[in-house]
């Protein structure tokens, strides 16, 4: 039977809208997300996206709303209710969060069968077992603040709900993964660089991207992809009493994941950082635009600045060329690395803060906390 026109125009429409915000959202799924978001959906993201919304904040957003509304129809075979009633929160987390080995004698435990299957067959479950609980917070927080966008009143604080989420974490205890197993340090940068030891663009640009990410205070890997030049001011040269002054530079961030809409955040480059950045930039003859591009394999550089995922990718085959094992390490290691490194090196948390630009004291003295606890006297009364 065709497909009578008036979805299909409503379909079109919202594909042709989501063309607009094409630089913010996952796009390769563009005509799912057509079909699976309402006309209000893409208004509000629309809305966000005019109202600058932070991009990876967005493409999280869109992609937590994208899974909602396609378990919301396979599981209950219509879109997401607004307001959502607290019975169909509860059957949220039912799905996604279950016990393995219950499933083992009840085959009804957990996401029904036919749920799973419709989900996994469109793409949007991949892996086997039960969701990350901050998965599902993080999906909650998401359904939440929609409502919240709509004038609508949920039920997202419900002690119901509240409490199932602790009790079914509680019944599924899962070890807390960091985003990179282990730190990217300094000692590990150094043997990073040593891989970079030609003057191919490749290894001018790699090192230039270790370099900066690390001494900036491990910028996320979004924040390096999107660098341009015209964040770049030179600052006057740091006077040192054992040998010449050192360049010096500062990064406009602008706005970050952790700063508000009207703030610049401002980081300092200094040193051999500030060389390997002017480096590339002179042998990429690059003087306005995207800093770190794209070099394809016969050494030839695109205009097209690099995607996020590649940082992550550099870094893994730096480790690996370094030999060291590239699944332990990920471009988030470079950010916590450079705050374990600051704690090793007894420099004071709040200027080591001020470079990383942590806002969570919390978060921010874990690493320092780590590091202290494992040289200090109390692990080694033995």
């Known amino acids: 039977m065709a ?4 979805h299909g125009d409503a379909v079109d429409r919202r594909a042709h809208e989501l063309d607009t915000i094409a630089a913010v959202l996952p796009l390769e799924r563009r005509d799912e997300l057509a079909e699976l ?4 959906d893409v208004a509000t993201l629309r809305h966000l996206v005019n109202e600058g919304m932070g991009e990876n904040t967005l493409r999280a957003l869109t992609s937590d709303l994208a899974y909602l509304q396609a378990w919301s129809l396979a599981a209950i075979c219509k879109s997401l209710p607004w307001p959502a009633p607290e019975a169909l929160l509860l059957k949220f987390v039912a799905h996604h969060l279950w016990d393995p080995q219950k499933r083992e004698t009840d085959p009804d435990h957990g996401m029904p069968a036919e749920v799973e299957q419709n989900l996994r067959s469109q793409g949007f479950l991949k892996s086997a ?3 990350a609980p901050d998965t599902v917070r993080r999906r909650l927080a998401t359904w939440s603040t929609l409502t919240k966008w709509r004038g609508l009143t949920g039920v997202f604080a419900s002690p119901a709900l509240k409490s199932a989420i602790r009790l079914a974490v509680r019944a599924t205890p899962r070890q807390r993964r960091r985003k990179s197993n282990k730190a990217v340090t300094g000692d590990i940068v150094g043997k990073m660089l040593a891989t970079c030891s030609t003057e191919s663009l490749r290894d001018i640009r790699d090192r230039a991207i270790l370099m900066v990410a ?3 205070g491990g910028r996320r890997r979004s924040e390096i992809a999107a660098m341009r030049v015209e964040q770049l001011t030179i600052e006057p040269s740091i006077d040192v009493t054992d040998g010449s002054p050192l360049p010096s530079l500062s990064i406009h961030l602008g706005r970050t994941k952790t700063s508000g809409a009207d703030h610049d955040e401002v980081v300092y480059l200094t040193g051999r950082p500030v060389n390997a950045l002017n480096a590339w930039l002179a042998a990429a ?4 635009g995207s800093i770190f591009r794209k070099v394809d394999r016969w050494g030839n550089l695109s205009k097209r600045p690099l995607e996020p995922s590649a940082v992550n990718a550099i870094v893994k085959q730096r480790a690996e060329m370094a030999g060291l094992e590239p699944a332990e390490f990920s471009a988030h290691g470079l950010r916590s690395g450079y705050l374990t490194e600051a704690a090793n090196r007894g420099i004071p948390l709040p200027e080591a803060m001020e470079q990383s630009q942590h806002r969570s004291v919390q978060q921010a003295s874990s690493y320092y906390n780590n590091a202290t606890r494992r040289s200090g006297r109390a692990a080694r009364l033995l």
């Open 37 to 40: 978001l309402t006309d209000h």
């Open 214 to 216: 690390f001494a900036s």
């Open 285 to 288: 003859r690059i003087d306005k």
């Open 3 to 6: 497909t009578s026109r008036p």
């Open 129 to 131: 077992g039960p969701h």
